[in-house]
C-alpha cells in the first residue's frame, strides 16, 4: 500500500539539491532564507509530527510547557481524568491535584526541569471529587519547552486493559528530535537528541546526518535516498544501527518529514529518533506471536472506514463496513460509533503498533484483531492501516472479514468438480474453461490440433484431454519430444528404420507414427524440427503413409495427430526455419493455453492441489497453508508457469516438518531480476512487439493480453512508433 503524504509536491530544484548536497542549488541568499525558515516554523513542524506520534489513543499523554501548563492531552489522558481533551489543554497541573498534594507539586516540578527527567506519584482528583494515585514518567525538553507525562492510574484494576508503565516503551522512551538543513546538515538540535546520543548542540551543528550512524562504504547514498523519498513523500520512516558518542550503537526508529513553504519549496527536514534496541532484540518473535497472514481478498471481503486523526471517532465508513460490524448510518450520524468502543481491550497493543508502523512505513504490516459488534458478539478480521496525512493526521482502515479465511487456508476443501476428461488440467478460471470448451469441439473429429503456449503452461495435458474425448481413447496415445531428439535421430524416431539402413541398424525398428497407427501421435516442440526432416513429415500427414528409413514399401496410416510448441512459428517461417505448408497442415485447429500469471485465480487450486498430491506421495499430513504464503504465491509472475509452481511446491512439502506448508518465499525474492536497461518508453515498445510477435500478429489478441481497449492499444502503437514491419 502507497505511502499518503503530507504534501506530495516536490519541485525539479528540490530534488537536485538533495541530489548534490555540496553544490546546493539554492544558492546562498536562498541558504539565508531557508535557515531563516527553519529557525521559524521548523520547531512548530516538528512539534506536529512529535505529537503525532506520541498521540495514543489507549496512552494517558501529556504535553505541558515550562510553566507546567497542558499543551495537549491523548484521548487516554482524557479517559483516565473523566474530561474531554479540550478541557484539559491550557489548564495547569494544579488545577487537577489533591488540595493536600498542591505544595509538593512546584518542588518536584524544579527537580523534574532541573534533571530532565522524572518518575513519581500525583495525586489527582476526578469530576466525581474521588482522589486517586497516578503514577507518571517525565521526560522533559523533548521539544523546545516542552515536556511529556506518561500516566498510570494505580487504582485502576488490571483487567481493564490499561498498560503499566515500561510495558509499552515507546510511550514512556526518550526521543530525540532534531532539524536538518536541505542538505542534511543538522539544523537544531533539542534536548532530547542531546540525551539520546551524548552529543551537545556545539558538537552537532553544521555535521552532516551521517556522523550518527556507523561507517559504511554506500551510507551517503542511502541517506541521501532517504530524504529524496520524504521529500517526495512528505514522510519516510525507517530503522537502522546509530552510534552513541560513546561509541555504543543502538538500534533507531526514524521518522523524517519534509518541511516545505506555502509555495511547496523544500527548506528542511524534521526527524525524530528513538531508541528501539530491546525492541528489536524481540521484534521478530512480536511479529510472529500477532499474525501476519495476508488472505487473498476475495469478492466483498474487503470493506474500508476512514478513521481520524483523533483514532478513537470514526467519522467516515462504508455499509459493508456497518453490516460487519451490526451498526446502522444512524448511530455513525448520532456519534455512537467508536472505535476504542469496537476494539477489545487486549487488542489495543496491536492498533499502537499499526500507529507506528504507518508513521514508519505509510502503512502498517496487517494484523489479525477482533471487533466488537453491536450485538456483543466478536468478528475476526484483518486490520490494515495506512497513513493518509499528518498534519492533520488521518488514518484509512481497510478491514477484512476472516471469518472465511480456515476454508481458504484448509488445503482440503480446494476440490473442485471437474469433468473425467479434463481431470488433469486443474482450475476454474474463464481461460482454462475456454480451453475445456475448444477441446469437447474438436476432440470427436480428426482434425489435426497445434496447441501454442509458453513452456510449463500444460500443452500436454490438454493433448491428452483431445486423446480421451476423442473416438480413440481406447487406442494408444503415443508422444514425442522432438526439441529432446538429436536431429540425426529424429528421423528414425519418426519413422522407424529397416535392418542394415545404416550402421549399427542391427535390427527394424518401429517408429512413433507406425505405433501411432488408430490412435493419437503428439510432436511436442515441432518448433524443433529441422527443416529438411519436414518435407517427409508433411507427405506423411498428406499421403497418409509413410516409408521407414532404408526401406521401399510404403505403410499406410491412420493417426490423428496433436502438436505443441512454444517457439513462433509464423516468425520462423519468415526467417526460413520452418514451411509455411506445414505449418498451415498442422494449424488446421489451433489453441493457445495461457501463461499462469494470465489466470491466477486458478492459483490456489493448484497450489491445494500439489500440496495434497505430494503430501500424499512423501505420506505427510499438511493441512494448512498460510495465507500469507497463498498471496505470495498469488503474486509471483512464475515466469516457468505450472511446471514451476509445482516444482516449487515439491520442494516446499519436502520442507515442511508440520501441518502447516512451510514454503521457502525468500527463494522467489531472490529470483526477482531487474528490469532491462532504457528509458520507459523504450521498454513498452519492446513488451508491445513481444506480446505482438506471441500473438501471431492479431491487434485485438494482443489488447485482450496487455488488458487494454483495441483502441488504446493501436494509439500507444502510434506514439511508440510501432508498424507493421516491427513485429
Known amino acids: 500500500m502507497s505511502s ?3 504534501n506530495a509536491t516536490s519541485d525539479a530544484a528540490s530534488q537536485a539539491k538533495i541530489d548534490e548536497p555540496k553544490e546546493g542549488l539554492l544558492g546562498k541568499a536562498s541558504q539565508s532564507q531557508a535557515s531563516r525558515w527553519l529557525e521559524e516554523n521548523g520547531p512548530r513542524e516538528l512539534e506536529l509530527l512529535f505529537r503525532a506520534i506520541v498521540y495514543h489513543p ?19 489522558a482524557g479517559k483516565l481524568l473523566g474530561l474531554p481533551r479540550n478541557k484539559i489543554i491550557g489548564c495547569r497541573m494544579d488545577d487537577f491535584a489533591a488540595p493536600s498534594f498542591k505544595p509538593q507539586i512546584s518542588q518536584l516540578w524544579r527537580t523534574f526541569l532541573d534533571r530532565g527527567e522524572q518518575e513519581g506519584t500525583l495525586q489527582l482528583v476526578s469530576p466525581d471529587g474521588n482522589v486517586r494515585d497516578v503514577e507518571y514518567t517525565a521526560k522533559g525538553n523533548v521539544l523546545p519547552v516542552r515536556h511529556v507525562l506518561v500516566l498510570r492510574d494505580k487504582t485502576a484494576p488490571a483487567e481493564t486493559g490499561q498498560a503499566e508503565i515500561g510495558s509499552n516503551p515507546q510511550w514512556v522512551q526518550d526521543y530525540a528530535l532534531f532539524l536538518l538543513d536541505v542538505d542534511g546538515r543538522v539544523a537544531a538540535w533539542y534536548s532530547g537528541a542531546a540525551r539520546i546520543y551524548g552529543y551537545n548542540e556545539d558538537e552537532v551543528i553544521g555535521q552532516d546526518l551521517s556522523f550518527l550512524y556507523s561507517s559504511e562504504d554506500n551510507l551517503s547514498f542511502q541517506l541521501r535516498e532517504e530524504l529524496k523519498r520524504a521529500a517526495n513523500e512528505g514522510h519516510f520512516g525507517t530503522e537502522a544501527w546509530h552510534l552513541k558518542k560513546e561509541g555504543a550503537r543502538f538500534w533507531a526508529n526514524v521518522i523524517t518529514m519534509a518541511l516545505k513553504d506555502d509555495q511547496g519549496q523544500l527548506q528542511g527536514f524534521a526527524r525524530v529518533v528513538r531508541d528501539f534496541s530491546k525492541r528489536h532484540e524481540r521484534d521478530q518473535q512480536l511479529r510472529h506471536s500477532r499474525s501476519r497472514k495476508r488472505p487473498i481478498p476475495a469478492a466483498g471481503s474487503t470493506v474500508a472506514g476512514v478513521v481520524s486523526g483523533e483514532f478513537e471517532r470514526i467519522p467516515e465508513v462504508n455499509d459493508a463496513f456497518l453490516d460487519l460490524i451490526g451498526y446502522s448510518q444512524e448511530d455513525l450520524q448520532a456519534g455512537r ?6 476494539t477489545p481491550p487486549e487488542y489495543s497493543a496491536l492498533d499502537e503498533q499499526a500507529h507506528e508502523e504507518g508513521l514508519r512505513f505509510g502503512a502498517c504490516t496487517p494484523y489479525e484483531k477482533e471487533l ?11 486490520v490494515t492501516t495506512a497513513v493518509l496525512k499528518l498534519s492533520p493526521f488521518r488514518w484509512i482502515t481497510f478491514v477484512q472479514d476472516l471469518r472465511e479465511r480456515d476454508r481458504q ?14 481431470e488433469e488440467i486443474v482450475g476454474t478460471s474463464a481461460a482454462l474453461l475456454r480451453i475445456q470448451r475448444q477441446v469437447e469441439v474438436v476432440a470427436p473429429t480428426d482434425a489435426n490440433v497445434l496447441i501454442l503456449g509458453e513452456t510449463g503452461t500444460g500443452k500436454e495435458l490438454v493433448a491428452r484431454a483431445i ?17 529432446a531428439i538429436p536431429t540425426g535421430l529424429l528421423e528414425s524416431e519418426l519413422f522407424g528404420y529397416e535392418r542394415g539402413a545404416f550402421t549399427g541398424a542391427l535390427a527394424q525398428k518401429i517408429g512413433r507414427f507406425e505405433r501411432a497407427h488408430r490412435g493419437t501421435l503428439f510432436l511436442d516442440e515441432v518448433g524443433d524440427i529441422p527443416l529438411d526432416l519436414q518435407p517427409k513429415l508433411l507427405r506423411a500427414l498428406q499421403e497418409k503413409s509413410f516409408e521407414r528409413l532404408g526401406g521401399t514399401r510404403t505403410i499406410p496410416i491412420d493417426v490423428r495427430l496433436v502438436a505443441a510448441t512454444n517457439r513462433n512459428l509464423t516468425q520462423m517461417m519468415g526467417d526460413k526455419l520452418f514451411r509455411s505448408d506445414l505449418y498451415y497442415r498442422l494449424k488446421v485447429f489451433p489453441i493457445t493455453t495461457p501463461r499462469l500469471c494470465d489466470h491466477p485465480a486458478d492459483i490456489p487450486i493448484l497450489v491445494r492441489h500439489f500440496t495434497k498430491k505430494y503430501a500424499a506421495k512423501m505420506n505427510k499430513r499438511i493441512d494448512k497453508i498460510p495465507s500469507e504464503t497463498m498471496q505470495a504465491l498469488v503474486t509471483w509472475p512464475w515466469p516457468g508457469n505450472v ?6 511446491l515439491e520442494r516446499s512439502v519436502i520442507l515442511s516438518q508440520g501441518p502447516e506448508l512451510r514454503a521457502p518465499l525468500t527463494e522467489l525474492r531472490a529470483e526477482s531480476v531487474e528490469p532491462a536497461g532504457g528509458t520507459l518508453a523504450e521498454m513498452e515498445r519492446e513488451y508491445i512487439i513481444r506480446v505482438l510477435g506471441e500473438t501471431n500478429r492479431m491487434i485485438s489478441a494482443a489488447a485482450n493480453r496487455l488488458g487494454v481497449p483495441r483502441t488504446t492499444l493501436n494509439g500507444m502503437m502510434r506514439k511508440l512508433g510501432i508498424g507493421r514491419k516491427d513485429y
Open 337 to 342: 460509533l467508536s472505535w476504542l468502543d469496537l
Open 467 to 483: 486423446h480421451r474425448l476423442s473416438p480413440r481413447k481406447d487406442l494408444p496415445f503415443i508422444t514425442l519430444n522432438c526439441a
Open 643 to 648: 511446471r514451476e509452481l509445482e516444482n516449487f
Open 409 to 422: 487456508e484448509n488445503v482440503e476443501d480446494a476440490d473442485v468438480e471437474v469433468k473425467a476428461a479434463f
Open 58 to 76: 489507549a496512552a494517558p499523554i501529556l504535553i505541558t510547557d515550562n510553566d507546567r501548563k497542558y499543551r495537549d492531552a491523548s484521548a487516554g
Open 4 to 6: 499518503s503524504t503530507i
Open 372 to 382: 466488537l459488534r453491536k450485538d456483543g458478539t466478536r468478528v475476526a478480521v484483518l
